[in-house]
Nanobody, 119 residues
Framework: QARLVESGGGLVQPGGSLEVSCAAS????????IAWFRQAPGEEREGVSC???????YYGHPVKGRFTISRDNVKKMVYLQMNNLKPEDTAVYYC?????????????WGQGTQVTVSS
């Protein structure tokens, strides 16, 4: 059974750093692009970053230069390193798998991990 599980969320002060992780199982993750999305209360879901199966990376404008996505296909993990966090980064962060970045439909989704940026 295909599964994505996020972890690493928490409370961090503005300007701080946090890394969230996405663990994949039950499918050949190395053949998939993995994206991070986020959704804040009352807001629409927003694409944050994506990494292709060839490790080409993409970032949304609000996080470019602050966030770094990476993957380890041996461990079946994808990471999102978040630096210089801002209160507006507060959201539930989800990872999702698709054949390509920017796909209209994602095959698998995780359950999300909460990131709160507050003093």
């Amino acid at each position: 059974q295909a599964r994505l599980v996020e972890s690493g969320g928490g409370l961090v002060q503005p300007g701080g750093s946090l890394e969230v992780s996405c663990a994949a199982s039950g499918f050949t993750v190395e053949h998939y692009a993995i994206a991070w999305f986020r959704q804040a209360p009352g807001e629409e879901r927003e694409g944050v970053s994506c990494i292709t199966s060839d490790s080409i990376t993409y970032y949304g404008h609000p996080v470019k230069g602050r966030f770094t996505i990476s993957r380890d296909n041996v461990k079946k993990m994808v990471y999102l390193q978040m630096n210089n966090l801002k209160p507006e980064d507060t959201a539930v962060y989800y990872c999702a798998a698709a054949s390509i970045c920017g796909a209209g439909l994602y095959d698998y989704w995780g359950q999300g991990t909460q990131v709160t940026v507050s003093s």
